[in-house]
């Protein structure tokens, strides 16, 4: 039997735990069908928004995984990683931990619908949290499926700071956009501040044109319209969707350049 795939699912949302948008239930129900049928080894990383309870939840602290300085312009962030079981399945989830970015109670917005000022640097401390942590573990993935906003520069991430790295050198790069239309765009200004290169790729853009403009190939729920022509459509009957992603992935996997 050949090996399960290593497939790395990053996630804005993952229910139980938040859900603001489709993507919250495909994050979650992809990869358990997917072991399930022994198809894939999974991760799974979403950050640890203040509305995801540590007790209710049953998170603990990875020690071996905190503690990793993320640079954010002129400065660093201290990443602490939390570890807790999808209830009901035989699934972890890793939780991106950091006061400044994600103790406040909200994925995008406050309770008010005011979108957060900082969106853009709390996508590029996740992104970076997240391929940070990987390296800890040691576990270099086949495929890296990014889901949502907050996980658009991932596949940047991957073809520029990362993408030398024996780890995620030949990982292939999937978008799931959320349908969300943020304000949150990455000017000029912004890149200098966070000391992002001025990539034409990044100039105004949203985080989510970052995330389909840089994956390989972009990936929708059945709840939205694709965007670009010849994006791949995941059907609506759970059991298709799941068969649909698993050929989606050999079918990458099996152009991988020798």
């Not at 804005?12 to 859900?19: G, K």
């Not at 807790?84 to 939780?95: D, K, N, T, W």
């Not at 800890?136 to 596949?155: C, E, N, Q, T, Y």
């Amino acid at each position: 039997m050949a090996q399960p795939m290593r497939i790395l699912f990053v996630a804005s949302e993952i229910i139980p735990f938040a859900q603001v948008t489709p993507i919250a239930e495909l994050a979650r129900l992809l990869p358990e069908r997917l072991q399930e049928a022994g198809l894939v080894e999974p991760r799974i990383m979403m950050p640890r928004y203040g509305i995801v309870s540590e007790r209710r939840n049953r998170l603990h602290e990875v020690i071996r995984l905190s503690g990793t300085h993320v640079p954010l312009g002129k400065d660093q962030e201290t990443l602490k990683v939390k570890v807790a079981s999808i209830p009901g399945i035989r699934l972890q989830v890793y939780f991106m931990d950091n006061t400044r970015y994600f103790k406040r109670k909200g994925v995008y917005a406050d309770k008010e619908g005011a979108e957060f000022p900082d969106n853009v640097a709390r996508a590029l401390f996740f992104g970076r949290a997240v391929l940070e942590t990987v390296r800890k573990l040691g576990w270099a993935p086949d495929i890296v499926h990014a889901f949502g906003s907050l996980a658009g520069l991932l596949p940047f991430l991957l073809t520029t700071e990362y993408a030398q790295d024996p780890l995620f050198e030949r990982a292939r790069r999937i978008y799931t956009p959320d349908g969300l239309t943020l304000k949150a765009r990455l000017s000029a200004a912004l890149l200098d501040k966070l000391r992002l290169p001025q990539d034409e790729r990044l100039i105004d853009r949203s985080l989510d044109e970052v995330g389909r403009a840089l994956a390989e190939v972009v990936v929708y729920p059945a709840s939205l319209q694709p965007s670009e022509t010849e994006a791949v459509q995941f059907a609506a009957d759970p059991e298709a969707f799941v068969e649909q992603a698993a050929a989606l992935y050999e079918q990458l996997l099996s152009s991988v350049p020798a």
